[in-house]
């Protein structure tokens, strides 16, 4: 118990750069994480529970603290987590704290009930320069693998005898 607790931080392998540019080592990220994301789980709680955007940051959020919980080592965050470095992450969780207050202010999600939307419909040519967004003819490869394709999936006849589908 002893050295887990004294010897394990004198273990741990420090890191001395990010290796980005204005991005500083962030000595105990693992625990600035940890803080970061309580702290988002919190103040997420602000948004309504049926936008799609407290679900997103809810989700993402809950796992990155779970791992975070889990490891006790920066190499093994950044591993398991995928998304980068952890002074990365700890600036994401920022980002998103403010985020979550803009998001909040703003309110993107508070449209009235009796809010009427215009819907212009106008008939007039669209103008030479506003691309179409047509897609071209498809080769004539696909149309080849296409009949082919379903020619497979046409049951064979075997026998004489009628086939039960």
């Known amino acids: 118990m002893f050295l887990r607790l004294i010897a394990r931080p ?3 392998k420090v890191k001395e750069t990010t290796g980005i540019a204005g991005l500083d080592v962030v000595p105990n990220a693992r625990e600035v994480l940890i803080g970061l994301y309580t702290k988002t789980l919190k103040e997420i709680q602000a948004v309504p529970e049926d936008e799609g955007y407290r679900k997103a940051v809810e989700s993402f959020t809950r796992h990155r603290l779970k791992v975070c919980q889990e490891e006790e080592d920066w190499e093994m965050i950044e591993k398991r987590l995928g998304c980068g470095q952890v002074e990365e992450l700890v600036e994401e ?4 704290l403010t985020l979550i207050g803009k998001m909040i202010e703003w309110d993107p999600w508070g449209v009235p009930d009796d809010y009427e939307c215009e819907v212009i419909e106008n008939d007039a040519p669209i103008p030479k320069h506003v691309p179409q967004h047509r897609p071209g003819p498809l080769p004539e490869e696909f149309y080849k693998t296409l009949e082919a394709v379903s020619k497979k999936d046409e049951p064979k006849i075997t ?3 009628p086939q039960i589908e």
Do not use: C, I, T, Y
């Not at 969780?93 to 998103?96: F, G, P, Q, S, V």
């Open 10 to 12: 004198l273990m741990a």
């Open 159 to 161: 026998s004489g005898e």
């Open 93 to 96: 969780a920022r980002d998103e």
